[in-house]
């Protein structure tokens, strides 16, 4: 009696264990395949230039000036981290600790983007150091850009400013995700969602890891123009 039953549950066992092989090898195969295909095509936005604001004149008020951000790839150990600090700080005066520890925060097993560490660095500097530090496969620079305003003692109070995007900015307009920037005041802050811009896109083929296997198209759109003369009044 107590024969059968051991073999009973040992049937049981090896029935279920192959239905789970038939389940997983034959059921399931297309919904794996078509899992698979959305895991491999990836869209990913990009953040748009902010709009140019012209006088009546036609003269820029408002613009962005072409600045790089030396970024570092995640996920580095630290034997890695180290030497690449160490490398940037053959090139630029730079606090290696300071530098360290920003990286480390901004660090991440969910970020696959390159951290920056140094922002906002002057084309002139970066085409000085970027020879060198190109040999070191783990830095990156990355385009960005600075607002200016070369008629900021005259229309600081007219153009306002733009600085860095709270928790209700974020909320208010998508965009304002990927540029982190939002208009304080003014003009900037009035005319934020347009000035903000259509976010464009690029399509890539990623891996199990998230990394970037090829580009399939990328779309971009050219920044919103803001002129003087196409507004009869402007009030705040």
Do not use: C, W
Request: hydrophobic residues 40%; charged residues 25%; aromatic residues 12%.
């Amino acid at each position: 009696m107590r024969t059968n039953i051991v073999i009973g549950i040992i049937f049981l066992f090896f029935s279920l264990l192959v239905y789970r092989v038939y389940d997983l090898s034959v059921i399931s195969h297309q919904k794996y395949i078509k899992l698979s295909q959305k895991n491999i095509k990836k869209d990913i936005p990009i953040a748009p230039i902010r709009g140019v604001i012209y006088d009546r004149n036609n003269n820029p008020v408002a613009l962005n000036e072409l600045r790089f951000n030396l970024t570092i790839l995640p996920h580095l150990n630290k034997k890695e981290l180290n030497s690449t600090i160490n490398d940037i700080a053959s090139v630029l005066d730079i606090n290696k600790t300071k530098v360290f520890l920003e990286y480390k925060r901004k660090n991440s097993p969910y970020n696959h983007k390159p951290i920056a560490v140094l922002t906002y660095l002057q084309e002139d500097e970066v085409y000085k150091i970027e020879p060198f530090l190109s040999q070191n496969p783990n830095i990156k620079f990355i385009p960005t850009y600075l607002r200016k305003y070369p008629q900021k003692e005259y229309l600081a109070n007219v153009l306002g400013y733009v600085s860095k995007a709270n928790a209700d900015d974020l909320k208010r307009n998508k965009v304002i995700e990927l540029t982190q920037i939002s208009g304080k005041r003014g003009i900037e802050k009035y005319y934020d969602d347009i000035l903000q811009g259509i976010a464009g896109e690029k399509k890539v083929l990623v891996n199990a890891k998230n990394e970037v296997l090829s580009i399939l198209s990328v779309t971009t759109t050219a920044p919103f123009l803001f002129s003087f003369s196409n507004k009869s009044y402007i009030n705040f």
